[in-house]
């Protein structure tokens, strides 16, 4: 069993920063894709961005340029900074993380989301 706790939400003014991260643990045995969804109230939840294992990233058009992705595989941890922060980016944000546990299983695993305020 995988376990994912983000950390680093909150409440900023629009053009600040946060920066979230998820950290992954428990029977991990590779992990490929890591990303980042939100969901705002009344919507789908969609894709902000995501890495692969080789460091490929991407980006939602509406967050290319502010937000980067980046991840320690040491320590099994994605992050998300995010600056020029608006208040369309308000939402509840997710991590995602997909791979492999031991014996070889397949695992695509969801944090427990936590939220993101932008005030104007």
């Known amino acids: 069993q995988v376990q994912l706790v983000e950390s680093g939400g909150g409440l900023v003014q629009a053009g600040g920063s946060l920066r979230l991260s998820c950290a992954a643990s428990?029977?991990?045995?590779?992990?490929?894709?890591m990303g980042w969804y939100r969901q705002a109230p009344g919507n789908q939840r969609e894709l902000v961005a995501r890495?692969?294992?080789?460091?490929?990233?991407d980006y939602a058009d509406s967050v290319k340029g502010r937000f980067t992705i980046s991840r320690d595989d040491a320590k099994n941890t994605v992050f998300l900074q995010m600056n020029s922060l608006k208040p369309e980016d308000t939402a509840v944000y997710y991590c995602?993380?997909?791979?492999?546990?031991?014996?070889?299983?397949?695992?695509?695993?969801w944090g427990q989301g936590t939220q993101v305020t932008v005030s104007s």
């Open positions: 890495i692969t294992s080789s460091g490929g990233t």
């Open positions: 428990g029977n991990i045995f590779r992990i490929n894709a």
């Open positions: 995602n993380v997909q791979g492999t546990s031991r014996p070889i299983v397949r695992f695509d695993d």
